[in-house]
Nanobody, 122 residues
Framework: VQLQASGGGLVQAGDSLRLSCAAS????????LGWFRQTPGKEREFVSS????????YGADSVKGRFTISRDNAKNTVYLQMNSLKPEDTAAYYC????????????????WGQGTQVTVSS
């Protein structure tokens, strides 16, 4: 699948943002989808993932209680609702798809969108 992420921006600490990632291609609901983030000089970091039917999600401890992943298979879109944003959430956020079980390992995801930048000011 081809993925196109959007929704990033510059916000203040405590604000909210919703990222979207639209997919094109077949059998969208067979893919596990994930969000990762990366800052310059650091490895790509897992944020959250969701299974094909949207019934199961898995998130990093650093975002639990603040970020929520969801998907709309009718629209071929995955979302990341980010609340109570912190300066340390500043990163380029990437959506990814893979024919895999839920996994925090980026190597499990074969298809990647371009990053969308999120900047949180203090």
């Amino acid at each position: 699948v081809q993925l196109q992420a959007s929704g990033g921006g510059l916000v203040q600490a405590g604000d909210s943002l919703r990222l979207s990632c639209a997919a094109s291609g077949r059998a969208f609901d067979t893919y596990t989808l994930g969000w990762f983030r990366q800052t310059p000089g650091k490895e790509r970091e897992f944020v959250s993932s969701i299974n094909g039917n949207g019934g199961t999600t898995y998130g990093a401890d650093s975002v639990k209680g603040r970020f929520t992943i969801s998907r709309d298979n009718a629209k071929n879109t995955v979302y990341l609702q980010m609340n109570s944003l912190k300066p340390e959430d500043t990163a380029a956020y990437y959506c990814a798809a893979g024919l895999t079980r839920l996994s925090p390992k980026y190597i499990r995801y074969t298809d990647w969108g371009q990053g969308t930048q999120v900047t949180v000011s203090s």
